[in-house]
């Protein structure tokens, strides 16, 4: 990538920090990492389960009370810092670089097991065609395909129909990895999320004429209003919508950082918020719309084969495919939608650890991404495609993806609203290009009612975890993987903040520290138009 030379009063970024070339291209990434496995097989579960049509109110204030008000600090600081996570806590205070490399190791066990996911779907998609599953799904999944151990351990046995698409997977994950922000992740996203879209907007129509699917809809929609006295559906609509954007990853943090100078953040914010959320209610209305109709072909009421994640992808769908008029085209389109956001999902996640060693060991985009990935895609290729592998991205997920996000969000809100007390310093940049200002109600937002959500989370995770061995997995195994896991990615954190940077790194960047004074010395009115 060429060089341009730094023109006066433009930031780094425009210089020698790679950009979206266009505001489009930032969205449409930010929603590719945002519309992924959960929108599709998490979320019609859960407001089924918590109100139906009803859960869609705390949903709303779950994204306009925390979810867009926590996705606008990681723009700030992204945008306003002008680097990696551990980069842009580490130029906002010295401390704060550990909470950037919490973020970066846990993106790293998410990717190792993320990978497993998107194969297991790509093979799928084949297995629409063939319905090699027969009669019964679920141990077709369990048995001859994943192969899966009696008992949860640490297994070598390594089972060929998973190693496979794992190892195309990764090839393809690289591949977009090196070429960089706009040859690689624009494009990708460019291609796979109108795909994304196309495919489901198909899957929907097709599956909303299936015999019983009103069935399925009146389900999901009916709207339950006494459930939204109880505080766990709150609950749960906040953690959805936390994790659905996400938010405190890291990702958005890079993302914003390769966002040029003058970019409206709030409008973007807002556009990838609600994109998203359109995405969770098509989601809805086909998921459920096919399990009406496998409720009807099994002469059961819908409650009886509703079911969300691995359940709901690789045993209820193929189901459904088997029964149901074109099963085949059903079964491509679906599997085909997951393949697609999860490798929109798995680049923004890859981007978070690639740029942060690019940050601080000063190398170029080629030769970090190489450093990066194939250590993480070795990794994951010796521990999931193997008989073991299930138990292993089971317990993983539970307590670094749920638990350990959470922690580390909660410790992120609290540096930097009553830590740092950064709020409306970041709130003054959020404004200086945004169609939409905003003023105390974000800060109130964002350093009050942030670190009470995510708190009341985090202990209730925390007590649910202690109460019981989770999924009954013996007590080793959840202590290595899941609590251990937990654990060592904050001792390693720690550890990465006291690794020197380079002197080729872009910590000390002179253009940086005279944009810094440049944005710092702007005097700008008080907020004024729309607050949020």
């Given at each position: 990538?060429?060089?341009?030379?730094?023109?006066?009063?433009?930031?780094?970024?425009?210089?020698?920090?790679?950009?979206?070339?266009?505001?489009?291209?930032?969205?449409?990434?930010?929603?590719?990492?945002?519309?992924?496995?959960?929108?599709?097989?998490?979320?019609?579960?859960?407001?089924?389960?918590?109100?139906?049509?009803?859960?869609?109110?705390?949903?709303?204030?779950?994204?306009?009370?925390?979810?867009?008000?926590?996705?606008?600090?990681?723009?700030?600081?992204?945008?306003?810092?002008?680097?990696?996570?551990?980069?842009?806590?580490?130029?906002?205070?010295?401390?704060?670089?550990?909470?950037?490399?919490?973020?970066?190791?846990?993106?790293?066990?998410?990717?190792?097991?993320?990978?497993?996911?998107?194969?297991?779907?790509?093979?799928?998609?084949?297995?629409?065609?063939?319905?090699?599953?027969?009669?019964?799904?679920?141990?077709?999944?369990?048995?001859?395909?994943?192969?899966?151990?009696?008992?949860?351990?640490?297994?070598?046995?390594?089972?060929?129909?998973?190693?496979?698409?794992?190892?195309?997977?990764?090839?393809?994950?690289?591949?977009?990895?090196?070429?960089?922000?706009?040859?690689?992740?624009?494009?990708?996203?460019?291609?796979?999320?109108?795909?994304?879209?196309?495919?489901?907007?198909?899957?929907?129509?097709?599956?909303?004429?299936?015999?019983?699917?009103?069935?399925?809809?009146?389900?999901?929609?009916?709207?339950?209003?006494?459930?939204?006295?109880?505080?766990?559906?709150?609950?749960a609509a906040f953690g959805h919508i936390f994790f659905s954007l996400s938010v405190a990853f890291g990702i958005m943090v890079t993302y914003s950082s390769y966002m040029k100078r003058k970019s409206d953040l709030t409008g973007s914010g807002y556009v990838v918020a609600f994109a998203n959320s359109s995405f969770e209610l098509l989601a809805g209305i086909g998921v459920f719309a096919a399990l009406g109709f496998m409720a009807?072909?099994?002469?059961?009421?819908?409650?009886?084969?509703?079911?969300?994640?691995?359940?709901?992808?690789?045993?209820?769908?193929?189901?459904?495919?088997?029964?149901?008029?074109?099963?085949?085209?059903?079964?491509?389109?679906?599997?085909?939608?997951?393949?697609?956001?999860?490798?929109?999902?798995?680049?923004?996640?890859?981007?978070?650890?690639?740029?942060?060693?690019?940050?601080?060991?000063?190398?170029?985009?080629?030769?970090?991404?190489?450093?990066?990935?194939?250590?993480?895609?070795?990794?994951?290729?010796?521990?999931?495609?193997?008989?073991?592998?299930?138990?292993?991205?089971?317990?993983?997920?539970?307590?670094?993806?749920?638990?350990?996000?959470?922690?580390?969000?909660?410790?992120?809100?609290?540096?930097?609203?009553?830590?740092?007390?950064?709020?409306?310093?970041?709130?003054?940049?959020?404004?200086?290009?945004?169609?939409?200002?905003?003023?105390?109600?974000?800060?109130?937002?964002?350093?009050?009612?942030?670190?009470?959500?995510?708190?009341?989370?985090l202990i209730n995770e925390v007590q649910t975890k202690i109460s019981e061995s989770y999924s009954g997995y013996p007590v080793w195994f959840n202590g290595v993987f899941g609590w251990g896991m937990a654990g060592a990615l904050i001792v390693g954190a720690v550890l990465m903040s006291?690794?020197?940077?380079?002197?080729?790194?872009?910590?000390?960047?002179?253009?940086?520290?005279?944009?810094?004074?440049?944005?710092?010395?702007?005097?700008?009115?008080?907020?004024?138009?729309?607050?949020?």
């Amino acid at each position: 990538m060429s060089t341009p030379s730094l023109k006066k009063g433009a930031p780094l970024a425009e210089g020698k920090r790679e950009t979206f070339s266009s505001r489009k291209l930032f969205i449409l990434s930010a929603i590719g990492s945002a519309v992924g496995l959960g929108n599709i097989w998490r979320f019609p579960y859960v407001a089924y389960e918590n109100g139906g049509g009803a859960f869609l109110i705390p949903y709303l204030v779950a994204i306009l009370c925390a979810g867009i008000p926590l996705l606008f600090l990681d723009y700030a600081i992204g945008h306003r810092y002008r680097g990696s996570a551990p980069l842009a806590y580490r130029r906002a205070s010295r401390k704060a670089e550990v909470l950037g490399w919490w973020q970066v190791l846990i993106c790293f066990i998410i990717a190792i097991y993320y990978a497993a996911i998107i194969a297991w779907a790509a093979m799928y998609c084949w297995f629409s065609i063939t319905k090699a599953w027969g009669d019964d799904a679920a141990t077709f999944f369990m048995e001859d395909f994943l192969q899966v151990a009696p008992e949860a351990g640490v297994s070598m046995d390594i089972v060929g129909g998973v190693f496979g698409p794992m190892l195309g997977v990764w090839l393809v994950a690289i591949i977009i990895m090196v070429a960089g922000v706009n040859k690689g992740i624009s494009r990708a996203n460019g291609i796979f999320m109108p795909l994304l879209i196309v495919m489901f907007v198909i899957l929907v129509v097709q599956s909303v004429f299936l015999p019983g699917a009103i069935d399925g809809l009146n389900a999901f929609f009916t709207p339950n209003f006494e459930a939204l006295q109880n505080p766990g559906v709150w609950a749960a609509a906040f953690g959805h919508i936390f994790f659905s954007l996400s938010v405190a990853f890291g990702i958005m943090v890079t993302y914003s950082s390769y966002m040029k100078r003058k970019s409206d953040l709030t409008g973007s914010g807002y556009v990838v918020a609600f994109a998203n959320s359109s995405f969770e209610l098509l989601a809805g209305i086909g998921v459920f719309a096919a399990l009406g109709f496998m409720a009807y072909n099994a002469n059961s009421a819908v409650g009886d084969v509703a079911t969300s994640g691995i359940g709901l992808a690789f045993i209820a769908f193929p189901t459904i495919v088997s029964a149901a008029p074109l099963g085949s085209v059903i079964g491509v389109l679906f599997f085909g939608s997951l393949v697609f956001a999860g490798l929109t999902s798995l680049i923004s996640i890859l981007e978070v650890i690639v740029a942060a060693f690019q940050d601080k060991l000063g190398w170029n985009r080629k030769a970090a991404t190489l450093v990066v990935t194939l250590p993480v895609a070795f990794i994951s290729m010796v521990l999931f495609p193997t008989t073991t592998g299930l138990y292993l991205l089971d317990t993983m997920d539970a307590f670094v993806n749920q638990f350990g996000i959470l922690a580390c969000a909660l410790v992120i809100v609290i540096v930097f609203g009553a830590g740092l007390g950064m709020l409306p310093r970041l709130a003054k940049h959020l404004n200086r290009h945004s169609s939409i200002k905003l003023g105390t109600g974000w800060m109130v937002l964002v350093g009050g009612v942030g670190p009470a959500a995510l708190g009341y989370m985090l202990i209730n995770e925390v007590q649910t975890k202690i109460s019981e061995s989770y999924s009954g997995y013996p007590v080793w195994f959840n202590g290595v993987f899941g609590w251990g896991m937990a654990g060592a990615l904050i001792v390693g954190a720690v550890l990465m903040s006291f690794v020197p940077w380079s002197k080729k790194s872009k910590l000390n960047d002179p253009e940086f520290e005279e944009h810094q004074q440049k944005v710092e010395a702007e005097e700008l009115p008080d907020p004024v138009g729309k607050e949020y």
